[in-house]
């Protein structure tokens, strides 16, 4: 009976959800209504980027949306992961929002793997309300987008860019990442997240860049309604709303609960009229809902419109909570905008309804408001602070730190660093309740000596006491308790948690001995005085302040540039730690804690930076370079990835000739050549390592190198028939004139003794005597330069006549019974003769060969083995004979002898080329032939 009736009775492929992967019958049998059953057998396993719904869904063709639509028919919760190796590649989504109608479980595998886009074109996840429980991990879900106009808050049609849910039970995002999502429109809040049902949680993720577009579309990253929200040890940073009345630039939240813990939310921002939270908005008209938030930090945010109050936090007809928060930097900056940090709004009619804000062991500092008052806190219920520190905030000179409602403040063994418009008396001591109260001018005003926001252990940033604040000791045990909790149980840790105590003696006196501090994190008590915060050397000695009654000190150092935690631990009796081994080049953070008799520890200091920067050696490096491009080379130096080159021309007064980074070796030293040429004269260089992290040790001793670029002869050859022959030589860079020399060696006496030449070419104006020479070039530099001289001249023979020299064989050697003949070529030589006497059993003209045009010769038949003796002559063009070479004296060896007595004869010799004809025992005798 399963069959379409309106097609003839044609058997049913697909149930109503008329999908190709929702079959119709199931297990060889058909279910009765619209929807078959069926249960998966195991965890679907996405194996392709590709963004699919083809039917076919083998292993290793399944796409997400293929393995949603599988989970959506499947009857439970159902597992979805991804293969390891589609690791980094996105799955763009190209058919639109992926519906998860049915709980399921999706784990990627880290946001950095698993990457969702939905490239501006879609939302990424619509959850309905069928789907009770949806769980995503480890993923990226980025670029979502949704525009339409909504027509009411609970419009939520346009809402979440990211992921819309109606999910009836939880969803729950974890160790994910939401990024760039956004959406166009009035009412549709959530760029991220928009959830209307169940409970909403949070942890180990990042919220980032994402954005609402249009008026009343509140959160620019969360928009919750009616639901909890939890949020527990995640970053919400760089988010906005860009419209009138856009509550919340990260998270706006509806009634219920909305709890923050171990926590940064940095960096948000509303643009627009009435845009309120410039992080935070919480409101709840029912006055029963509650924003509670611990251990974390709200920092940087801001709103910029008219009315728009809240730079970190606003909140409404609410219970608000902060323990042990930091809330620092934020800001509002348009007119009749209050509350630099925390604005709490009240009921109109000024009836208490109730509700308190609570602010403990927390810390609320550098807040602004720029044109109304309430620069740290407006108040719009009861306000209770306890053990904090409320200081060093800014507004219009009406209320800076502080500016409580109609419905009071109670302030108890806290810190109020001025006191216009909270109606509390100055005290610089402590007051009947415990409080030190600065005056109502920034002179008077009473500072907590805090340092700067920034990572001082823990997940979140604090601003460290500083040694001699007002605030260390003088806070309430009683009061040292967490006001988020039910039963309010006694604080261990302070804000940053972990290893850092809540309750410690700072200044190591006082009964009891230990008394808890105000703020959110407590005082260590130790200083680093060494480095502060460089230091030059790889083994450098960090020293720091004695603490009263520390019999022992522990140090952690942990390597910022490299990301290695515990770099370096001791554990030493004195005030100094020097590390047995080099450490390297870069950026560190120094942790101090004293330990008392016992064994009983201390708290870890705040984090201090040090910077070790030592300088880069260079190798032993002549100071005298007689080449343009001198190799530079240094010792590696540990911890530098890359190096900054630095180089002047000290002669001529220019500055960074070069300046450049040269990558770093694997070896033990590194090496660079200038890839053009140095001009003559001094040049000065400098280097320095550089880290991964970009810090730069501190420059080297200056190298100084007197470039003295040698001259090298290039032309004539080493003999011509020319008398006045054209000289060459190389062009120094630098050179403003060269110096010629040239000597004369058969009567030693200089024919040109260091004449000045103006190029790098020279030509003699009257013939040189035939004979051997010497010359050589020096350069010179310019006057500027000092005329320096270059070094090292390179000398080079001349003949002038044209006398060859014989190359090989060489004097004193041995050869076979055809050795080959060279020669040095002679400028206008146009043929060359050889001639060779044997001189053991002497025999005349072996070799008396003409005509050779090329500058070797080989003979074509084998001559016996013997002593001989070589001369060699040069002819010009007009016939001119050189006079003979320098006789080469050798042996052949004995192998294929010619018949005894015979000599090579060669034809066609002209007559006036002929050697005389001597008598075979003469001629061998004499030194050449004439």
Do not use: C
């Not at 009406?398 to 909270?422: C, H, K, N, Y």
């Amino acid at each position: 009976l399963a069959v379409d009736r309106t097609k003839g009775n044609e058997l049913l492929t697909t149930d109503q959800r008329s999908n190709v992967l929702m079959k119709r019958v199931v297990g060889g049998t058909v279910d009765m209504g619209a929807a078959e059953l069926f249960t998966l057998a195991g965890p679907l396993v996405v194996t392709i980027a590709t963004d699919e719904i083809d039917g076919n869904v083998a292993a290793s063709d399944l796409s997400l949306r293929e393995a949603v639509t599988l989970a959506n028919g499947s009857a439970g919760t159902d597992t979805i992961t991804f293969a390891a190796a589609i690791n980094g590649s996105e799955i763009d989504l190209t058919l639109g929002q992926i519906t998860l109608s049915d709980s399921v479980i999706l784990t990627g595998n880290g946001a950095t793997r698993t990457i969702v886009d939905a490239q501006l074109g879609s939302r990424l996840f619509d959850i309905t309300e069928s789907a009770a429980t949806v769980s995503i991990s480890g993923m990226t879900l980025k670029n979502g987008r949704t525009t339409g106009n909504g027509h009411l808050f609970s419009d939520d049609r346009f809402q979440g860019a990211g992921i819309r849910s109606q999910a009836t039970g939880s969803l729950t995002i974890a160790d994910s990442t939401l990024s760039g999502n956004t959406t166009g429109g009035s009412y549709s809040g959530g760029a991220a997240i928009a959830a209307q049902n169940g409970k909403l949680i949070i942890t180990g993720s990042t919220l980032s860049g994402n954005t609402t577009n249009g008026g009343e579309s509140d959160g620019g990253a969360i928009h919750v309604r009616l639901i909890d929200l939890q949020i527990a040890d995640s970053t919400v940073t760089g988010n906005s709303t860009k419209g009138n009345w856009s509550y919340g630039g990260a998270i706006y939240a509806e009634g219920r609960v909305l709890s923050v813990t171990r926590s940064t939310i940095s960096g948000n921002q509303t643009a627009g009229i009435g845009a309120v939270g410039g992080a935070v908005a919480f409101y709840d008209a029912a006055g029963t809902g509650k924003l509670l938030i611990s251990r974390s930090t709200i920092s940087g945010n801001s709103t910029t419109g008219r009315w728009s109050h809240g730079g970190g936090i606003y909140a409404s007809f609410s219970n608000v909570i902060l323990s042990q928060t930091t809330l620092s930097g934020n800001s509002v900056s348009g007119t009749e905008a209050e509350g630099g940090g925390l604005f709490v709004s009240g009921f109109s009619n000024e009836t208490n309804t109730g509700t308190q804000t609570i602010i403990s062991q927390s810390t609320v500092t550098l807040n602004k408001s720029v044109k109304s008052g309430g620069g740290g806190i407006r108040g719009g219920n009861e306000l209770l602070i306890r053990n904090s520190i409320v200081a060093g905030n800014t507004d219009n000179a009406v209320a800076s730190d502080v500016l409580p409602s109609q419905f009071g403040m109670q302030t108890a063994f806290s810190l109020i660093g001025r006191s216009e418009g909270t109606g509390l008396t100055p005290s610089a001591v402590p007051n009947t309740n415990g409080n030190l109260i600065g005056g109502t001018t920034a002179a008077t005003a009473l500072n907590p000596k805090l340092g700067p926001l920034q990572i001082n252990g823990g997940l979140t940033m604090t601003h460290a006491l500083q040694s001699g604040s007002p605030a260390i000791d003088r806070g309430s045990l009683a009061l040292a308790v967490d006001e988020t909790a039910v039963d309010k149980p006694a604080l261990t840790n302070d804000q940053r948690g972990g290893r850092f105590m809540r309750i410690l003696d700072g200044d190591h006196v006082g009964t009891p001995p230990a008394i808890v501090d105000m703020g959110a994190a407590e005082f260590a008590g130790i200083r680093l005085i060494f480095p502060a915060p460089n230091a030059f050397t790889l083994k450098p000695t960090f020293t720091w302040n004695a603490f009263a009654g520390a019999v022992k000190y522990q140090v952690q150092i942990n390597n910022v540039t490299t990301g290695v935690a515990r770099f370096r631990e001791a554990t030493v009796t004195g005030t100094s730690y020097t590390p047995s081994q080099e450490m390297a080049l870069g950026e560190y953070n120094v942790w101090i804690r004293p330990v008392f008799a016992g064994d009983v520890p201390g708290n870890w200091s705040s984090t201090q930076t040090a910077f070790l920067l030592p300088a880069v050696t260079w190798t032993n490096m002549p100071r005298t370079q007689l080449v343009s491009k001198p190799t530079l080379t240094w010792n590696n130096l540990k911890g530098a990835v890359k190096y900054d080159l630095w180089g002047d021309n000290f002669s001529a007064g220019i500055t960074q000739v070069f300046r450049l980074i040269v990558n770093g070796a694997t070896g033990t030293t590194t090496s660079w050549t200038p890839p053009t040429d140095l001009a003559m004269g001094k040049h000065r260089f400098w280097i320095r390592g550089i880290d991964a992290k970009g810090n730069a040790g501190r420059w080297s001793i200056l190298y100084e190198a007197l470039v003295v670029t040698q001259v090298k002869p290039t032309g004539p050859a080493l003999s011509t028939f020319d008398a006045t022959p054209t000289f060459t030589w190389n062009a120094v860079p630098g050179a403003a004139s060269y110096q010629f020399f040239l000597r004369n060696q058969a009567t030693n006496t200089m024919v040109f003794d260091g004449l000045s030449v103006a190029a790098n070419t020279f030509t003699p104006t009257s013939d040189l005597p035939v004979g051997n020479y010497k010359w050589w070039v020096l350069a010179v530099s310019s006057a500027q330069a000092g005329s320096i001289r270059s070094g090292g001249a390179e000398l080079r023979d001349l003949n002038i006549g044209g006398q060859p020299a014989i190359t090989s064989p060489v004097a004193g050697t041995t050869t076979g019974t055809k050795p080959t003949i060279t020669w040095q070529a002679v400028d206008g030589a146009v043929s060359y003769i050889v001639f060779m006497n044997r001189t053991s059993a002497p025999t005349g003209n072996v070799l008396n060969i003409t005509g050779i045009t090329t500058t070797s010769f080989t003979p074509s038949a084998a001559i016996a083995a013997g002593d001989y003796r070589l001369w060699l002559r040069a002819v010009d063009g007009t016939g001119k004979l050189s006079s003979w070479s320098t006789e080469v004296n050798f042996k052949i060896a004995a192998k294929d002898l010619a018949p005894a007595g015979n000599s090579i004869q060669l034809a066609s010799i002209p007559e006036n080329l002929l050697p005389s004809q001597l008598p075979a025992d003469e001629a061998v005798t004499r030194k050449q032939p004439s």
